[in-house]
């Protein structure tokens, strides 16, 4: 209320300076500061301060700056209405204002003594830590003691690569003082980003020597299998007695069990046993490669095995 007081007190001043000389012609900032003059005499000071400020644009004037500053108080913008008392002090200073001089001062001291006291006291020894009240960073030079307007505040304290820590509490009126402790933050908690070129479990040398040695393992019992089909394929075809153009009249009879049918099932098992030991070959061949060369990426080896032909598939870089 003292400042609304103030207010009144300020704008009869003007009057009566006014009212000393000739009635100028009312302009647009004297019409703004009536209007606001007239709100805060009817309590509504929220009201007054945007015509104010819209005076001072069109017309600054230190009376004007002084109301400002007033009004700023009776809304509870301390701060600002602070920093409008001293920009008053400095211009009537240079002035020589000596009235408005000794008002700016006195409304200064008495907002030091009711504007709270910040500390804001970091438990963390986090490399470029940074604090934010209300979204706005607070310099670290102003960290030991922030003036701000009393009421509730969000904090956000933060740094690189960690995660922010996010508070809300109440600045303390009256030139209370109101430490703000900043916890430890934690480490943020970033997905592990496995290179295309990293190595995996697949590149480790003793996963790859086991890989090898399955591969070549395959690869030799495939050997065997393939000289017992082909061995069994040798002796049913010795047995039938057909070979070829010497074969004998019987050979050319087609029926179950026939010596023809026999002589072209030990031929099939033939075949079957060459494509086998050919991918025994291949695998072999692999199990060498994976066990003298390093991969630079994951290996996936695939035997393949067809009526037609036998193969295997390496997918990786050596």
């Not at 005499?41 to 301060?49: F, L, N, V």
């Not at 290996?299 to 990786?316: D, H, L, N």
């Amino acid at each position: 209320m003292y400042a609304l007081r103030w207010i009144a007190i300020v704008a009869c001043f003007r009057c009566s300076l006014a009212s000393a000389q000739p009635s100028p012609p009312q302009t647009e900032a004297d019409r703004l500061f009536e209007e606001a003059r007239l709100l805060l005499e009817a309590g509504r000071a929220a009201e007054a301060c945007p015509k104010l400020e819209a005076s001072q644009r069109l017309d600054p004037a230190r009376g004007t700056l002084l109301n400002i500053g007033a009004c700023y108080a009776a809304t509870g913008r301390l701060v600002e209405a602070l920093a409008a008392f001293r920009d008053v002090e400095q211009q009537s200073a240079a002035a020589n204002d000596e009235a408005r001089l000794a008002e700016a001062r006195a409304q200064i001291r008495r907002l030091d003594g009711l504007i709270p006291h910040v500390v804001i006291e970091p438990l963390t020894q986090v490399l470029e830590l940074g604090v934010e009240i209300d979204g706005v960073v607070v310099p670290r030079e102003s960290w030991r003691d922030h003036r701000r307007n009393p009421g509730t505040v969000r904090v956000r304290a933060f740094a690189p690569g960690h995660e922010a820590h996010f508070e809300t509490l109440t600045i303390k009126p009256d030139g209370a003082t109101t430490t703000i402790r900043i916890p430890p933050l934690a480490s943020a908690k970033t997905p592990a980003v496995v290179s295309p070129l990293a190595p995996s479990t697949l590149e480790s040398p003793t996963r790859r020597k086991r890989i090898a040695y399955i591969v070549g393992g395959s690869g030799i019992a495939m050997f065997g299998v393939a000289a017992g089909l082909g061995y069994k394929a040798k002796s049913d075809f010795d047995r039938t007695g057909c070979d070829n153009a010497q074969d004998p009249p019987q050979c050319s009879t087609v029926g179950d069990d026939s010596p023809f049918d026999k002589n072209r099932g030990a031929v099939r098992l033939g075949q079957i046993a060459t494509v086998i030991g050919a991918a025994g070959l291949v695998a072999v061949g692999a199990g060498v490669v994976l066990y003298l060369t390093a991969p630079k990426t994951e290996t996936i080896v695939t035997p393949t095995v067809t009526p037609e032909g036998a193969g295997i598939s390496v997918s990786g870089s050596f």
